[in-house]
């Protein structure tokens, strides 16, 4: 195998084992690290979670003959950090240990690194190559990426549709449009994110619970958008997990007071609209610390997220079904458009199969 692939197939263990944290380690990023000497793997490891050591020291930590490390190469999915935060800078280590080389996939978006542990290492002699399967590494953690650099969060918005655009019978009835594939990966996604959103109608016509479902993963806050308070206080989504609900200065007073009794968090919304302002909104989750969150409303919440202009990427789980009826609702609500030139389009489009059903995912 010649140098360079092998510089491929180290860095992709890197991001495979970066992603075996997903959704464990917000607010901060997915790092893996594999050490390489004379052609061999000799240690790896990851962040697991917040608090935890990062990748490149959990690597260094899985090596038991401490000598090894000496004249070795790192392969990190990040640029080693150069700052003190919950723990003491990774260059102080990675100098200290005696690597000789440090393959990073990217920069670290972090202003308060971002490029400065690289200038640290090169510094100390260690040569150091960024950009090894980049775009991979920032797609991986594009939440945080997003997050540090603007204090908003990665928003997502996930929609379900029949092959001919419809995500209801005109009657109301979604269950279920999609395949059993595509749930099971809509419960990965929420184990991902930190928040999920609906609108209260969604709560009020379907019940749900928007759980992730997954062994030993996390459940998702979830933040319901209720301009006054019509929310049952025996929802099912009360059952687990943590409950926001977003709400304007419309809002039901005793119904606030209920809430707030059942442990249920209430954002009040200032802007006096008809209907939570979502750019505001999107401020209240940040200084919670939320940094992805995934929108799974109907056809209105829908459209006002993308005039709010908050949405960063589309997931549309596309069924081979045909459901038909003007009174079928489709994904997107609102006044829609007059000409075809003003069509909104999505970049960086994939395409895969689950099931029967076509998943395609895009950004804004």
């Not at 390489?36 to 490891?45: A, Y």
């Not at 809430?259 to 200032?270: P, Q």
């Not at 009174?327 to 007059?338: C, D, T, V």
Request: glycine fraction near 10%; charge should be positive.
């Amino acid at each position: 195998m010649k140098k360079e692939e092998n510089h491929y197939k180290y860095m992709q263990m890197a991001l495979e084992l970066a992603a075996k944290a997903e959704g464990r380690t917000s607010p901060n990023p997915m790092v893996g690290a594999v050490i390489v000497k004379n052609g061999k793997v000799i240690g790896q490891g990851l962040h697991e979670a917040v608090d935890r050591p990062h990748g490149e020291i959990a690597a260094m930590n899985s090596v038991k003959n401490k000598r090894l490390l000496k004249g070795a190469s790192l392969y990190v999915n990040l640029e080693p950090c150069a700052h003190y935060g919950r723990t003491s800078p990774c260059t102080k280590e990675i100098i200290g240990a005696g690597i000789k080389e440090v393959y990073a996939a990217m920069i670290d978006p972090n202003p308060k690194n971002n490029g400065k542990g690289i200038a640290e290492l090169k510094k100390a002699g260690i040569n150091v190559n960024v950009g090894i399967m980049g775009t991979h590494a920032l797609k991986m953690n594009e939440a945080f990426s997003k997050f540090i650099t603007t204090k908003k969060p990665f928003v997502i918005m996930k929609t379900a549709t029949s092959l001919d655009g419809k995500i209801a019978t005109k009657t109301g009835q979604s269950k279920w449009i999609s395949s059993e594939e595509s749930r099971n990966y809509v419960h990965r996604l929420r184990n991902k994110v930190d928040a999920v959103i609906v609108g209260i109608n969604t709560v009020l016509n379907d019940n749900p619970r928007l759980t992730s479902r997954i062994v030993n993963g996390r459940n998702p806050v979830k933040v319901i958008l209720d301009s006054t308070l019509r929310i049952p206080l025996n929802a099912r989504i009360f059952n687990e997990g943590d409950v926001l609900i977003a709400t304007t200065p419309r809002y039901n007073r005793k119904k606030k007071v209920a809430l707030e009794r059942k442990g249920v968090g209430v954002i009040v919304v200032k802007k006096k609209t008809k209907k939570v302002d979502l750019k505001e909104l999107m401020n209240e989750l940040a200084l919670r610390g939320i940094t992805h969150t995934m929108i799974e409303g109907g056809s209105e919440v829908n459209a006002s997220a993308i005039k709010a202009g908050i949405i960063d990427k589309m997931i549309c789980f596309i069924s081979p079904k045909l459901i038909g009826g003007e009174g079928a609702k489709s994904a997107i609500g609102g006044s829609g458009i007059k000409c075809m030139e003003d069509a909104m389009s999505l970049r960086d489009v994939s395409i895969k199969q689950l099931g029967p059903d076509i998943v395609m995912e895009g950004y804004f």
